[in-house]
């Protein structure tokens, strides 16, 4: 059983991944893996190279972003090409993991791997220049675009919306952004698979969209959020629609940026499940938490 190195140590991927396969992973976070600090990345390498890496460590906060650009190419650019680097003269396979932000949303359709990319804030272009630099060091790299991640912990939507409604009767949000909700879970599932794949020998690298299937908008995630809270004994609040107009955020986000991941199933025979039993399994965890309940 080959085992191998995960990147993002205290991550919602890098932790789903830790939980779906202990024996198999080494993950490593700040401060012994760093993106700020390169000396960091060739001591991993030094002594026993790993034989695959899955590099979920990035710069996620969208709107913070827009106000540190160059903490967030290190995190997202400069970092991941470093890396794919050191993949490349170790022999070391990469799944590199990237984001649906790298499109503008324009589309009006699920986006293909081939569709052009536009991102519209400084995340998604970090991201996008970060898979740019990834390919270009390291061709063989596997890039994986999720969307719209959760985890039972971490920062994430679905717990804002938890704790959201432990404090509030009402809330406010915005149902004209169109998505694809993926738990971090499902994501493990994949990414597992997917370095099963490629340590068997195959196939070429490159880019494939990975997340929950069918879509929602941020007003029917959190509906969802609070029926199943609902079941669960919570007094939940009353969710109003708005238009993204309404909620004016530092960076712009893509009006619709749901992905098509048929190549990901064509190519690695592995597809995420719907969202909606993913996320009601999510929600019962944290509802059941006890430092959870409201
Ligand atoms: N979350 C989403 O909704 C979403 C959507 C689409 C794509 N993605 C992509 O999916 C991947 C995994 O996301 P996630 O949700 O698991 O992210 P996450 O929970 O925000 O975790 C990111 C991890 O990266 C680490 N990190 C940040 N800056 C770093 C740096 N300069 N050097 C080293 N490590 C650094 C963080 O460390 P600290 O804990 O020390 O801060 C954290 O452990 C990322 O590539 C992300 O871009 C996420």
Known sequence: MTTFLVTGGSGQLATALAKAAPARVRIVGRPAFDFDRPGTLATLFRDAPPTLVV???????????ESQPDAARRANETGPAHLASLCARHGTR???????????GEKGAPYVETDPVNPTGVYGATKL???????????GAVILRT???????GRNFVRTMLNAATRMDRLRVVADQRGC????????????TVADV????????GIYHAAGAGETTWHGLATAIF??????????????????????????????????CTRLADTFGVRLPPWQPSLRR?????????????
């Not at 220049?129 to 061709?139: F, I, K, T």
């Not at 909700?181 to 597992?192: E, G, K, M, S, Y």
């Not at 490629?198 to 690298?205: I, K, Q, R």
Request: proline share 7%; hydrophobic share 50%; aromatic share 6%.
């Open 181 to 192: 909700p993926t738990n971090a879970d499902d994501l493990a599932q994949t990414v597992l």
């Open 282 to 294: 999510a929600v019962a965890a944290i509802c059941g938490a006890p430092a959870m309940a409201n």
């Open 94 to 104: 990469l799944i590199h993991i990237s984001t649906d932000y790298v499109f503008d």
């Open 227 to 260: 029926e199943e809270a609902a079941r669960h004994g919570w007094k939940i609040p009353a969710v109003e629609a708005i238009a993204t107009a309404d909620w004016p955020t530092p960076a712009r986000r893509p009006a619709d940026s749901r992905l098509d």
């Open 198 to 205: 490629m340590l068997g020998g195959a196939p070429a690298g």
């Open 55 to 65: 590099n979920a460590a990035a710069w996620t906060a969208v709107d913070l972003a």
């Open 129 to 139: 220049a970060g898979e740019r630099a990834v390919r270009a060091a390291l061709p």
């Open 147 to 153: 969307a719209w991640v959760y985890a039972e912990g």
